[in-house]
């Protein structure tokens, strides 16, 4: 499956700007992430993000906090979507209930927040209609069970050509600071769209450079 | 059985640690959780799994398993081999389901 979804990852940033692959699809989230999600919580972000654009947000903002002094791991995800009643958050975490109508169990939200609580972390869900809705995700940072980040840059990158909304990205770690945004790209840009392939290769260059700037250890160290 | 002969019949890819196949294999133990492999597998055990990250190095390495069968065709991280091959934790790649890798093992008598 691995190397079939690298395969597909690679292709990606050669094809057009809709990510088809398996693995970091905005239009067709396939049962095939799930798998994958309990290995990396990169997917998980992303379905969340893909929430995010299917509510008609034009700005998601993703904070990424790792604090090692108090050993937790928070996940962040605010957006301007069209916002949620009270019955629609709290059906939003049953595994059973979704808005979509091509996937019959909607097990986004519900796996992430399995995966944040077995890690002593917890998720919550707080919205408001017609302003927006924010998902937050903690962890304990250092527990066995938490899966590695994973493919960050992958996921940003995947959110970033599709295109829909700006992404306002901040991910802190043991005091170093990466963050972005895209409006201000946009703005450097001027008419070139995000998507040009000049631009996407230097994206992806910026962000990986930037996640490796705050990159934490290697997990394996956390029980030597 | 040791994990050599182990490996032949199950066809798998050994991809670390070749010095370190001569260990005898207690039994088998299958999970994705790392805290439960940890609370129960025992010393000398093969363990089964889809995890993929260095974490898993680390486990096999605190309580001594023979080796990590990574099956489902899922290609373990660089970092992770690099690790396994340091810490001389041997990992062997299959194609076959865990459940398959279970039952096969189970059949070769290794309770």
Known sequence: MSSARDAGRQESWMSDAKCKCASR?????????????????????????????EAGATLVE??????????RLSITVGDNGRGMSEAQVARILDPFYTTRKTRHVGLGLPLFKVAAERCNGDLTVTSQLGKGTTVRATFQHSHIDRAPLGDVTGTLMSVILANKCDLHYIHRADGKEFEFHTASV????????LTHH??????????????????????SLRLQ | ?????????????VRTAQRKLDAEVTGGY?????????????????????????????????????GIIVAEGVTPEPATLEKAEQEGIPILTTQLPMYAVAGKMHELGIR
């Open chain 2, 30 to 66: 299958v999970s994705d959780l790392l805290s439960w492999v940890m609370a129960k597998a025992q010393a000398g055990n093969v363990w089964i799994t889809i995890q993929a990250h260095s974490n898993i190095v680390a486990v096999a390495n605190l309580i001594s398993l023979s």
């Open chain 2, 1 to 13: 059985m040791k994990l050599e002969e182990l490996a032949k019949r199950l066809e798998l890819e």
């Open chain 1, 62 to 71: 993703l904070t990424i906090e790792e604090d090692l002094d108090t050993d």
């Open chain 1, 198 to 219: 000049k631009v996407r290769q230097w994206l992806q260059g910026f962000i990986a450079e930037g996640e490796a700037g705050v990159t934490v250890t290697s997990a």
């Open chain 1, 186 to 193: 946009k703005a450097e840009l001027g008419e070139i769209p």
């Open chain 1, 25 to 53: 699809s905005i239009e067709s989230p396939e049962l095939e992430n799930w798998s994958a999600c309990m290995r990396e919580l990169s997917l998980h972000i992303l379905d969340i993000l893909q929430n995010s654009i």
